[in-house]
C-alpha cells in the first residue's frame, strides 16, 4: 500500500485479556520497528525487525509482550494478560534501511485496558 | 551506542518569534540525523533529514559536529507549527529522544 497501515485503530479490552495489533508496512521496507506512546510522553522503543534477521526485542517490556514478523511483510504485536499500565497508543513504522529516507509511521493503535 | 538528548520536554514562544528545539548527540561516525513532527491527533512524520540540507515549513537543521548537535531552528513561529518534534539519530534501529513539546502562543 501507499503507507503503513495499523489495525484497529482502537481497542479497548479487560484487564487479563489477550490482544493483537496489526502492521502492515509499506511493501519492499525491510526494517520494522514497533514502539509504545503513553499519554504525554515519547517514544519508547520495543521491538525492530530487519529482514529475515533475528528481530531485536531489547525495547519489549515483559514476557507478556511478543511480536512476529513473516518475512518482510505483516507484523503482529501481542500483549497476553494485559494491564491497564499497557494501556497506550503503539506505533509502527517501516523504512527502506540505507536509503536515507527515514521512518514511515503508522496512525497507531490506541489501547485501553478497563 | 548512539544517543540522542532533547534537553527541553516543553517550549513554548509567541506566534513570530524565533523558535530553536536543541538536540544533542553522542556517538562517533558520521551521523544521519532526521526530526519528526507529531501534530496533534495526526500520525507522527518525518520533518527533515540533514543529508538533505533542506526547509520544510519554514526549518531548517545543520548538523554542527563540533557541538555535536542538530538543533532544529525557525525564524519566526506561527501556531501551526504547535506539535511534538523528535530527534532521531538514524534511519536504522535506534532510540527517539523524549520529544519537545513546543506550544507556539498567539
Known amino acids: 500500500g501507499a503507507g503503513v497501515s495499523q489495525s484497529p485503530s482502537n481497542k479497548v479490552t479487560e484487564k487479563g485479556k489477550d490482544v493483537e495489533l496489526r502492521c502492515d508496512p509499506i511493501?519492499?521496507?525491510?526494517?520494522l520497528y514497533w514502539y509504545r506512546q503513553r499519554l504525554g510522553q515519547g517514544l519508547e522503543f520495543l521491538i525492530y525487525?530487519?529482514?529475515?534477521?533475528?528481530?531485536?526485542k531489547s525495547g519489549l517490556p515483559s514476557d507478556r509482550f511478543s511480536a512476529e514478523r513473516t518475512g518482510e511483510s505483516v507484523s503482529t504485536l501481542t500483549i497476553q494478560r494485559t494491564q491497564q499500565e499497557d494501556s497506550a497508543v503503539y506505533l509502527c513504522?517501516?523504512?527502506?534501511?540505507?536509503?536515507?529516507?527515514?521512518?514511515?509511521f503508522g496512525s497507531g493503535t490506541r489501547l485501553t485496558v478497563v | 551506542a548512539q544517543r540522542v538528548t532533547q534537553p527541553e520536554k516543553l517550549l513554548s514562544v509567541f506566534k513570530g518569534a524565533p523558535v530553536e528545539l536543541k538536540c544533542n548527540y553522542s556517538?562517533?561516525?558520521?551521523?544521519?540525523l532526521f526530526w519528526y513532527v507529531q501534530y496533534s491527533r495526526q500520525r507522527l512524520q518525518l520533518l527533515l533529514r540533514?543529508?538533505s540540507r533542506e526547509s520544510i515549513k519554514g526549518f531548517t537543521a545543520d548538523l554542527n559536529k563540533g557541538e555535536t548537535s542538530f538543533h532544529l531552528k525557525k525564524p519566526f513561529a506561527q501556531e501551526e507549527d504547535s506539535a511534538m518534534y523528535y530527534c532521531?539519530?538514524?534511519?536504522?534501529?535506534?532510540?527517539f529522544g523524549d520529544g519537545t513539546t513546543l506550544t507556539v502562543k498567539p
Open positions: 513504522a517501516s523504512s527502506l534501511m540505507g536509503d536515507g529516507n527515514g521512518y514511515t
Open positions: 511493501s519492499g521496507h525491510t526494517a
Open positions: 525487525f530487519q529482514g529475515n534477521s533475528a528481530p531485536d
Open positions: 556517538y562517533s561516525g558520521s551521523p544521519e
Open positions: 540533514h543529508i
Open positions: 532521531e539519530p538514524n534511519a536504522g534501529k535506534s532510540t
